[in-house]
């Protein structure tokens, strides 16, 4: 089945046509075709759907979120090339322990939060698990030398 829908966006028409593929089996594949043009894109508003509090919050945790992710990796790269210069045991150990403990869960946050497959019951146990292995292996590194 294929339709087509006008639907107005500033004072533009812009037709899509939906098209439905092999109904037989039960599946739907629904395809938009027809190209926007750039200066149509710039001319839609930015929707955005917020959820877990007002715009300007979310997005200050959001930016809060990758500044902290950022400023973990310069750490634990800062470990790894202090284990470079000095092949220091301790100090790799240090570096793992602190990619366990800070950038591994922030990118498993990042990346299973956007995965619907993932549930969040699984979500937190990785991150409290990969959190509780870098406390583990910096103590470990701390107590051991």
Do not use: K
């Amino acid at each position: 089945m294929i339709g087509s829908i006008n639907t107005p966006t500033s004072g533009l028409e812009v037709t899509r046509r939906v098209a439905t593929v092999d109904d037989s089996v039960g599946s739907e594949v629904a395809t938009w075709i027809g190209a926007l043009e750039p200066s149509l894109l710039a001319s839609l508003p930015l929707q955005v759907d917020v959820e877990g509090g007002s715009t300007p919050v979310v997005l200050a945790a959001v930016v809060t979120f990758f500044v902290a992710t950022v400023l973990a990796v310069l750490v634990t790269y800062r470990f790894i090339e202090g284990y470079r210069r000095t092949r220091a045991r301790p100090i790799l150990l240090l570096a793992v322990g602190m990619f366990l403990l800070a950038p591994a869960p922030m990118f498993v946050r990042l990346l299973a939060g956007n995965l619907e497959a993932v549930p969040l019951a699984a979500q937190l146990l990785f991150t409290t698990l990969s959190e509780l292995c870098g406390l583990l292996v910096i103590l470990y590194a701390v107590y051991t030398t």
